[in-house]
């Protein structure tokens, strides 16, 4: 298996492995709506023997007051059904943060499991005084500083994109 980026005819395959993962088309259609836009995003797919198994997405988000700051919400994120539990979700979230490193991206935010994030470093986000913008309970909106310091004397409410109102 390789971790590479999404190329242009990896669409089919995205939004196959999302409707296979969640059960819905939701997370498919909010990804396609992200590509369309010139936002800064992250995609990166998981391929073996040239079969798309996962697929990882990170894109803009802001913290009001602090247009400054360079933070970046990850999710969806969806692995093969029976694909799971083999390391394939984990290797996208490492390599899609490594990537986030390398583009000086502050931070990164991620509404999921709070059994599964903390692995890689993110905590509640209220530890920052930090606040989704969607009614979600504290331990699943999680964070993890990639640029040490970067969130010291800020707080307030992280706001996605538009195209994650349809979720």
Avoid: W
Wanted: net charge negative.
């Amino acid at each position: 298996m390789r971790i590479r980026p999404e190329t242009n005819i990896d669409g089919a395959a995205i939004r196959a492995v999302n409707e296979a993962a969640f059960g819905t088309s939701l997370e498919a259609d909010i990804i396609e709506a992200l590509r369309g836009k010139s936002s800064e995003l992250i995609s990166l797919v998981a391929d073996s023997d040239d079969v798309v198994v996962g697929h990882i997405l990170f894109s803009r988000v802001t913290l009001a007051g602090y247009p400054q700051l360079r933070l970046m919400g990850l999710g969806p994120m969806a692995v093969a059904p029976q694909q799971q539990r083999n390391g394939v979700g984990s290797a996208l979230v490492r390599e899609g943060l490594a990537r986030c490193r390398q583009l000086t991206i502050q931070a990164v935010v991620v509404l999921g499991h709070p059994e599964y994030y903390p692995r890689f470093g993110f905590v509640p986000a209220r530890r920052y005084a930090l606040r989704s913008e969607y009614q979600v309970p504290d331990d699943v909106f999680m964070i993890v500083e990639l640029e040490r310091g970067a969130l010291d004397g800020v707080s307030g409410l992280i706001r996605y994109d538009q195209a994650f109102a349809a979720v």
